[in-house]
């Protein structure tokens, strides 16, 4: 009998975009499916063949070949093809938590309709994997996890199987190929392949299983074609080799037979970011951050926006639009895929991933423009009243403070009032005088050209308003008063403060009261530019180059009224314009960064605006806040729905040569909103809006968020932190002179410094900075600031009342994750989480909601929820609403 059991796992790992685009991908999608086909049905030994858990090589292939539905379905079913259970194998510490949870639900459901999902959350080539992971296959009924990348050998104890366990407890038992995904890719029984690369590899994987003789062989590739002679050459195999049998399998039989058979007691937690066996590309968060920016914009009106006030609009008689959202969240994953969040790409593929977004952010404007005209006039007829204005609060809990909205008045002099006839608190912030253009009248002598009279456009900031949870609230726009208002001013002093900080420029350089802390930051902001001898995947220092920082002010303006004080300060960076001027030590180009600074009344927080028009080459821009820790241990940063707590020093870092590890583990880390430092008794953090990499610096104590790197290779060989060959494609070099950003960027964050360390805190001012407010004014004058306010629309709902609120947990110490409708149904999905190390309870407080359960993120099964609802600790909960009929 033979000692040990080979299980080869023939595949194609499928990229969607790279260096080649889309229409390459799907060109050669359909001529491989076609083939694999032809090869499964004629041959029955061939077992199985993974076609890299992606069901949206599913949705691509039929466009082409519709009439193919059948034979594939079958093979499906038969679980001889596998896919799903991802629509995209998403990068998932890039994305937002619910951009994962959906490529899921997608994934899930379009396999499963063609016949079988993989049990297996397969993760064969993302860079670095999220702690909930687990988590989410768990709640998909999901048992395994077979993945390559993150993990460090010691982690393994001498077993490649292990129980990966996410921070709220669930877990999934999961294996490490280590080796990657193509050790078996040129499978072959000749001799010389067996005795110099099979028999060594398999000896290597059979020492590191401890536990089991069953062994993983991973064979296939990039793009491969099915190897046709793989069953014959694993009888060959089987005839040669006497001390292993091998056998055509797939990654759930593999994972099924070796968990029934054989016991691990391992267990790794959290985030897998490890650079020791394979790379991670620690660096690439920052690579191409204007794809970054627009996906965070994208996710943020899909997530936050669109699905509540589509689910709101919904219970009052909208229809939802689901095939819009279908169409989006598709277009999404495929931006979500490990290389093309990246960005580490070709320009004509990066350039595609931008039209993608745009056309994202467009679709989703356009089906907010809809929603909210069509409300607030139901709600205008309702009053009687034109002259009014809708703001939707898109959170479970009323709110209370001050919005930003943007409204249209024939006259300069203007008030808002609620519709008691109160006045409303405000400072206008802009005024811009537009002209009213031409009018075309058509008469019986023609057309004639009339001239339409000016107006004014206000950017108004509105104090002390409340509205209702996961709701909205109408106000009335009354010109030609003048009452509780106040208008930014320019000041003559150089500072700017609230109740919570001062902001002021002493000697040329910044410095942070905080005012509940009783202490001064000083040198509060610094500007690091570096030189970037890197590639599109990883940022390279470049040797002898010494980071020219900058913290003197050139210029400092300030405007101010009553409810918000801002500065705009001038940082100006002298530096090199190439790479090849950095080696030479020659400076020939200003870099210039304006920033401004924005305080509002009431809030504990810093709103921060950069704008930086780069000209420069090969460089990296960070933005250097001083936290005033002192020597930092730890900083932390938040993945999915918790903190993580991250070494500011690495302790593989001092061996990583040695140990050859395949990058260097420089303490350098993704975010997804927050990432901050803390001793217990002060806090210092920020919320991002697509800043994705940070790194807490231990000597100095500050916290450096990458602004942006500029690189104009998509590969390079030998970077000082990542040795060997270039990553991608490494026979050809490939320019990317796009990468270069040559652009005016804008970068967005609110910086928060206070006493103590409060997990909720720190959520719920992600939740104060994000907003989660929009409105919509009923007006004439202007029909470009909504697209669509041009044409006309239906209006599906004749009356609508001033004020609604469709739930409300205002009592809870939960946060929201999204609301949406159920994916087969017309119930809707509320989804909360728990940040904190302690359980949670809440109720959900509704007239309009006839019942509720409890159901996992498949929305499949469900309990029905009599009372409070329980979130474990950094846990999180899905409920299913259901709505009565008439509301």
Known sequence: MKQKKVYVVPHSHWDREWYFTIEDSNLLLVENMDRLMDVMENDQDYTGYVFDAQSSIIDEYLKIRPEEKGRLAKLISEKRIFVGPWYTQADSLLVNKESLIRNLLYGTRIAEKMGHSMNVGYLPDIFGQNTYLPSMFKEFDIDYSVLQRGIYTDQLNGDLNFTWKSPDGESVKANNIYFGYGPGKFLSADLEYMEERLLPILEKIADMNANTNHLLLPAGGDQVLIREQFPETVKALNEKDEKHEYVLSDYETFMKDTWEKDSFENVIEGELIATQKSRIHNTIRSQRYDIKKLNDIAEEKVINELEPLASIASTLGFKYPQAWLDEMWKMLFDVHAHDSIGGCNSDDTNQEIVNRLTKVIRIADGCMNLLKKQVTEAVSRKLGKDSIFTIFHLLPKAFNGSQKVVLFTREKEFSVHDLDGNAIEMDVLNQENISGGKTIVVTAE????????????????????????????????????????DTLQKLNKRLIENEYFC?????????????????????????ENAADAGDSYDFSPLEGDAPLIVKKVQSVCVHASSGIEIMEVKHVLEVPAVLEERKAGTISKELVITTR??????????????????????????????????????????????????????????NWKEEKFAEAPVPIYPLENIAGATNGELTMAVVTKGIKEYQLIKETG??????????????RDNLAWRPGRASGINNKVVYTPDAQMQDKMTFEYAVHVGMGHDVKQLFKLVDQYRGHNVSYQKQSLNTFEERLDRFEIPYPVDALPARFSLLDISDADVFYSSMKKAHDDHSLILRLFNPASKVQSFKLSSELIHSVSQTKLNEKSVTDVKDEVTIRAKGYVTLKLLVKENV
Do not use: W
């Not at 339409?452 to 909205?472: C, D, T």
């Not at 704008?611 to 080459?617: A, L, M």
């Not at 001083?626 to 500011?648: V, Y």
């Open 446 to 485: 023609g057309e004639k050209e009339v001239d339409a009279p000016g107006y004014f456009r206000h950017e108004v900031l509105l104090h002390n308003i409340e509205l209702p949870a996961m709701g909205y609230e109408t106000f009335e726009v009354v010109e030609g008063k003048i009452s509780s208002s």
């Open 503 to 527: 902001i002021f420029e002493e000697k040329d350089v910044l410095n942070l009261e905080v005012k509940s802390a009783g202490k001064t930051i000083t040198d509060f902001i610094r500007f």
């Open 597 to 654: 600074f924005e305080l509002q009344k009431g809030e504990d927080f810093i709103r921060v605006t950069h704008v930086i028009d780069n000209d420069i080459k090969d460089h990296r821009v960070r933005v250097l806040l001083q936290t005033s820790i002192e020597a930092p241990e730890h900083s932390f940063g938040d993945q999915g729905f918790s903190l993580i707590q991250r070494p500011t020093v690495n302790p593989y870092m001092e």
């Open 702 to 715: 500050e916290l450096a968020l990458t602004l942006f790197r500029s690189v104009g290779l998509l590969g």
